[in-house]
């Protein structure tokens, strides 16, 4: 029997789902994992050996691999004991997120020094892998009519010439008793729709058209959309237009229609048994709708109300949330939504609006996890999640480019801080895929905060509205912030230096192209000397 060597190997492949958490092992700035098996590979016996039974050199390896086994699980055991746990990682490793999220060679301690070190390297590491794709082709309307029909059926190609806000007259079917609200998913589901739906009711049969002996309602979609990013300052903005006189939003902030409310669900983890129909969505511009036709239903001929108004809806996902593409559209091979959900809006509204409002993107992530974190907040710990996010984004890009993580469902469930949502440019482009850059307002918070008159003055010649006086001007533009950050979360203090350094980091190449894109270094975020 000839002679045997013993080597280690991983486990399976790195793709493969594993169902345990492998534990990390640092000895002498070597990571061992310990799920590993022996392999026995056949080799000729070194000559300085040869004089040596071989029964004695089998006995004299077997007890040397029992005795660094023992030694390996003694210290194993002395870190958990005394709570020393610098060398070990005891977190999930993103393996366990499938193929296209294995770490790569980066899986590291993410707590202490040296591992901050190891991360810049992960973060150099994704750097390299920068690559900004071409410009991405344009679905074919008959694709995208043929995966919603329903939608394409119910709103026109063509709205009324005389209103500024896409508009159009549908005609109702239902009986003078009938309630025209009683089956709105968002009435259902939402108490606070339920309330303005009340009022709605009263109302609604005066402000039916009659023609013929047939009624019809003034249906509306909206002239402009504020569609990201969240917690950019949306909110504050969406509070000071809703001053304008010229200006109606949506019943409340952010119905999520097109990217969520549509697909049935609020999160995916949360999912509606219904997908809300396009009517449902129409109706919440119903009260915008009555104000722009005023009294007609005496008089057909008659102008409307107030034809200058337009209608804006302020859903902070617009712009890149696509996550329900992987249950809709189940076909799809390609690792990316077949369809965005930018190329449906612009098949039905070609010439709408888009005011984006962004922010330095590593502020935002550290916003958004105060926002939307539920326990133990601090800084020591949006650093790990931090850390653990860019190791999962750093795993997806060694087998798959830039754009398809962005848009790779199980990376972006996986990830405990949204880290993708703060890579603007990647969701910019794919916008400006289908509308030309004239038609999306690019601001940013730190300047919308520094000089509020200022910004509000460009949404407003953005938006083509009219002249206001001095005090409304003031109105709007010294009213206070709004949805700022919580007391107790401005008691959490900032993120940790080495945090906040290797997010610098990872967002440079994208603020790099961000700014190019739109010839302005501003929007670089580079720190002030």
Same mark, same amino acid.
């Given at each position: ?99 296209? !999220? &294995?770490?790569?060679?980066?899986? !590291? ?13 992960? !973060? ?40 500024? %806000? ?15 609200? *009683? ?56 509070? *000071? ?89 189940? %076909? ?33 992530? $550290?916003?958004?996890?105060? $926002?939307?974190?539920? &326990? ?57 895929? !289908? ?38 001007? &003031? ?29 610098? *980091? ?13 010839? %302005? ?9």
């Amino acid at each position: 029997m000839a002679d045997t060597d013993y080597k280690y190997r991983l486990l399976g492949a790195p793709s493969e789902e594993y169902r345990k958490r492998p534990l990390l092992l640092q000895v002498d700035s070597t990571l061992t994992n310990l799920f590993a098996v022996l392999e026995v590979t056949k080799r000729d016996a070194p000559r300085r050996w040869s004089h040596l039974s071989l029964n004695g050199l089998r006995q004299v390896r077997v007890y040397s691999f029992l005795f660094g086994l023992a030694v390996m699980f003694l210290i194993m055991a002395s870190y958990v004991l005394t709570g020393d746990k610098r060398g070990l990682v005891w977190s999930p490793s993103p393996c366990q997120f499938g193929g296209m !999220v &294995s770490p790569g060679p980066f899986s !590291v301690n993410l707590s202490t020094l040296k591992d901050y070190e190891q991360m810049k390297l992960v !973060v150099k590491s994704i750097e390299a892998k920068v690559e900004f794709s071409s410009k991405r082709r344009k679905p074919k309307l008959k694709d995208l009519v043929d995966s919603e029909p329903h939608m394409f059926s119910v709103v026109p190609r063509s709205f009324l010439p005389a209103l500024k %806000n896409p508009c159009w007259y549908e005609e109702y079917g239902g009986n003078s008793s009938s309630d025209p609200y *009683r089956n709105n998913f968002y009435g259902r589901y939402s108490r606070r729709f339920r309330t303005v739906f009340q009022q709605l009711r009263a109302s609604f049969r005066e402000h039916l058209l009659r023609r013929d002996g047939r009624a019809f309602r003034l249906r509306c979609l909206p002239f402009f959309y504020i569609i990201g990013q969240p917690k950019c300052g949306t909110t504050d903005l969406y509070d *000071r237009l809703r001053l304008h006189p010229e200006v109606r939003f949506t019943t409340f902030k952010e119905p999520h229609w097109w990217t969520r409310k549509r697909f049935g669900y609020i999160r995916l983890s949360e999912r509606y048994p219904d997908r809300f129909p396009v009517e449902d969505y129409l109706d919440l511009f119903d009260q915008a709708a009555h104000q722009i036709q005023g009294n007609t239903s005496t008089d057909p001929g008659r102008a409307p109300g107030q034809p200058d108004i337009i209608i804006g809806e302020a859903s902070a996902s617009t712009m890149w949330d696509n996550n329900a593409w992987v249950y809709i559209y189940e %076909n799809s091979t390609q690792g990316e939504p077949p369809f965005l959900i930018q190329d449906f809006v612009h098949a039905l509204q070609p010439d709408a609006r888009f005011i984006v409002m962004l922010r330095d993107p590593v502020e935002r992530l $550290y916003s958004d996890y105060l $926002y939307f974190g539920i &326990s133990n907040k601090s800084a020591e710990d949006f650093h790990d999640k931090v850390s653990e996010s860019l190791q999962l984004f750093h795993g997806c890009l060694t087998e798959s480019s830039i754009h398809s993580c962005v848009y790779n469902i199980t990376v972006n469930q996986a990830m405990p801080v949204r880290l993708h949502v703060g890579l603007y440019i990647v969701f910019l482009m794919d916008w400006l895929s !289908v509308f030309s850059q004239e038609q999306v307002l690019v601001l940013r918070l730190e300047d919308h905060a520094s000089n509020t008159k200022f910004t509000m003055s460009q949404v407003f010649q953005f938006l083509r509205l009219g002249p206001l006086s001095k005090q409304l001007e &003031s109105d709007i533009t010294r009213n206070p912030a709004s949805n700022t950050r919580r007391p107790a979360d401005k008691n959490l203090g900032p993120m940790l230096p080495m945090t906040k350094d290797l997010l610098r *980091r990872f967002y440079r190449p994208f603020n790099q192209k961000l700014a190019k894109v739109l010839r %302005n270094d501003s929007f670089l975020w580079e720190p002030r000397s």
